[in-house]
């Protein structure tokens, strides 16, 4: 009896979460690449969050959840992101977005942070279970590397 009014809720609480969604999906024209790209930064932000609790002492280092979030970012960046960033998505042409046409127009640049990105999330996947030290030294760089995009690429708030 409580098991069932309890999910009958859940589902009524999930019904009214996705009409709401819905509506304002509508209601900004909402772009499905902008929307994509922007919940998966959110997803990257998520796993580096998990380490960079870590590095500043807010949780106890644990080596395998930290291996986990660095080996998800790892993940996350094998996807392909040329559906994320069709032409005519950048802040000039519609609302929604803080993505710069500097994106468009230095494509050299924004694979040359890409790289150094890579490269970054690699290390930190080599040493992530390796201790607070070894974990703590490999996010500075990726985190710098996020930051180094978002100074050329990203309007500021
Ligand atoms: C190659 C460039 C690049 C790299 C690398 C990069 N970002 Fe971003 N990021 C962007 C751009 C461009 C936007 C704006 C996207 C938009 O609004 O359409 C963005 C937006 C975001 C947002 C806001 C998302 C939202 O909901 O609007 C977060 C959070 C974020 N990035 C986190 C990160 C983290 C954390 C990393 C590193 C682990 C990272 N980014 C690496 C380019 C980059």
Redesign the pocket.
């Known amino acids: 009896m409580t098991i069932s009014r309890t999910f009958l809720s859940a589902a009524v609480i999930g019904a009214v979460a996705l009409s709401t969604m819905t509506f304002s999906a509508t209601a900004q024209e909402a772009n499905p690449a902008?929307e994509a790209?922007?919940?998966y930064?959110?997803v990257?932000?998520l796993?580096?969050?998990v380490l960079g609790q870590m590095a500043r002492g807010n949780t106890d280092y644990d080596a395998e959840a930290a291996q986990i979030a660095a080996d998800n970012?790892v993940t996350l960046n094998q996807i392909n992101q040329s559906f994320f960033?069709p032409q005519g998505?950048d802040?000039d042409t519609i609302e929604?977005?803080?993505?710069?046409p500097a994106?468009w127009a230095d494509f050299a640049g924004?694979t040359d942070?890409?790289t150094?990105?890579a490269t970054a999330?690699e290390g930190l996947s080599g040493v992530a279970g390796d201790g607070l030290d070894a974990m703590r030294a490999a996010l500075g760089s990726?985190?710098s590397?996020?930051?180094?995009?978002?100074d050329?690429?990203?309007?500021p708030r």
């Open positions: 902008v790209r922007q919940g930064m959110q990257m932000s796993n580096i969050g970012l960033w998505t802040t929604g977005t803080r993505a710069l994106i924004v942070v890409s150094q990105y999330v990726v985190g590397a996020c930051g180094a995009c978002h050329d690429y990203r309007q």
